[in-house]
């Protein structure tokens, strides 16, 4: 069983720290899933996990070894980042196969066998001009550079951005297939929460540019609540409780318990409970109100 | 099968109750082989460790049994056994929260068992 850890990760750009102290561990056979608002880091960290990005401060090693411009351990790793439109990323004259085959030559287990089926299955003209790709098309190319690496590691950034869901369902399931013939570990960071949360085995939140919480995707659902009815039974039941997102209208109030082992709500109250989605925790663990400046 | 998963309970329990219902419905019949994990991760587009877990827990009480190198069973006498685990916890289930609610509007037992005999 490989471990890929991150130790101590600091990244800082001019005098902004975008990851502060980050640690971690990747094991492999895993699925997990990566969230986060719009600049907490997700990225950052992804590239620094991958090798793509030095750390400023910290390690991060896989089975031990460094990976920081160590060949060895970056033929197990593939990043896929977000391509857009306009950011060029200097290959804005290229087609797709061309794209294609430059990633075939970084990836030491490329398939091609795999990149055609799935250039196929996503009706991708590999004859277009990466420049001339649509948004949702340019998801596609991410998608098929991440699954055909075949890496031990895969770093998917935010690969269904522009999908239509059809297409999303498509990934999802192409992920799980892969996953089931090779136990590959895929690390994906989304925005659409909901409709990949039952795909992670494990869910990382980030957020200001610290790991908020990692921990198994079910677990974590299965200690949280939603509590909601009158105020004072509502403070009654939650009291001494870990509480997010206090919401009042009128009489009545709604929040969001995070139970910790061995911790219950007190009974005897008429207050409804009820389980939240992950996209619903996370918005209450790190919406605007949890904001600490 | 071919359930969609809602968000009121962990995916895994979901996983389990949907077996335990196709062996109640006579979809699956005992003695048959149940989808394995990797196939129902793939038709649910769920990870597989999630799959593992609902259909662990039917092997644990006896409902699946294994068969190595070939897959997952169908014990005989699971859908005695399902029924039964489902009586039991029939009050809990369903009696209890419709006692609270008659509760909250006031109906009287006498009233509920009118209600229940007279349907």
């Known amino acids: 069983m490989s471990k890929l850890t991150g130790t101590g990760i600091t990244k800082t750009y001019g005098t902004n720290d975008v990851l502060q102290d980050v640690s971690l561990e990747l094991e492999s056979g895993r699925i997990y899933g990566l969230i986060g608002r719009n600049g907490a880091g997700k990225t950052t960290l992804l590239s620094i996990l991958s090798a793509q990005n030095p750390a400023t401060r910290g390690t991060v090693t896989?089975?031990?070894?460094?990976?920081?411009?160590?060949?060895?351990?970056?033929?197990?790793?593939?990043?896929?980042?977000?391509?857009?439109?306009?950011?060029?990323?200097?290959?804005?004259?290229?087609?797709?196969?061309?794209?294609?085959?430059?990633?075939?030559?970084?990836?030491?287990?490329?398939?091609?066998?795999?990149?055609?089926?799935?250039?196929?299955?996503?009706?991708?003209?590999?004859?277009?001009?990466?420049?001339?790709?649509?948004?949702?098309?340019?998801?596609?190319?991410?998608?098929?550079?991440?699954?055909?690496?075949?890496?031990?590691?895969?770093?998917l950034d935010e690969p269904v951005a522009g999908l239509d869901i059809v297409a999303r369902e498509k990934f999802y399931r192409l992920l799980v297939e892969e996953f089931n013939e090779t136990g590959r570990t895929f690390v994906v960071s989304t925005h659409i929460i909901e409709e990949a949360s039952d795909i992670f085995e494990e869910v990382i939140i980030v957020d200001q540019g610290r790991i908020y919480l990692k921990e198994n995707t079910q677990e974590l659902l299965e200690r949280c609540v939603h509590v909601s009815g009158r105020e004072e039974d509502v403070d009654a039941v939650t009291a001494g409780l870990e509480k997010h997102q206090e919401e009042r209208l009128g009489r009545s109030k709604g929040v969001t318990v995070m139970l910790k082992p061995g911790q219950r709500l007190a009974a005897g109250y008429d207050v409804t409970v009820q389980r939240l989605s992950l996209q619903k925790l996370f918005a209450a663990l790190c919406g605007e109100e949890e904001r600490h400046e | 099968m071919n359930e969609i998963l809602t968000q009121e309970k962990s995916i895994y329990i979901q996983i389990k109750e949907m077996i335990e219902n196709d062996i109640l419905r006579d979809i699956l019949l005992e003695e048959e082989r149940v989808p394995s994990t990797n196939e129902l991760a793939k038709l649910y587009a769920i990870n597989p460790a999630t799959a593992a877990k609902g259909v662990n827990l039917l092997v644990d009480e006896g409902v699946l049994y294994k068969k190595r190198g070939i897959g997952m069973f169908v014990a005989a006498g699971a859908k005695q056994q399902i029924m039964a685990k489902r009586r039991e916890h029939f009050y809990d289930d369903y009696v209890r929260s419709l006692m609270a609610e008659a509760a909250r509007l006031g109906i009287t037992k006498n009233e509920l068992i009118a209600m229940i005999r007279d349907n």
């Open chain 1, 62 to 155: 896989l089975d031990g070894e460094t990976v920081w411009e160590n060949p060895q351990a970056l033929s197990h790793l593939c990043f896929s980042r977000e391509l857009n439109p306009t950011s060029g990323n200097g290959m804005t004259a290229m087609k797709v196969k061309e794209y294609l085959e430059i990633a075939s030559v970084f990836y030491p287990h490329w398939d091609r066998e795999m990149a055609k089926r799935l250039v196929e299955e996503f009706h991708l003209d590999v004859k277009k001009r990466m420049a001339k790709l649509s948004k949702g098309m340019l998801s596609m190319v991410t998608i098929v550079v991440a699954l055909a690496s075949c890496a031990d590691f895969t770093f």
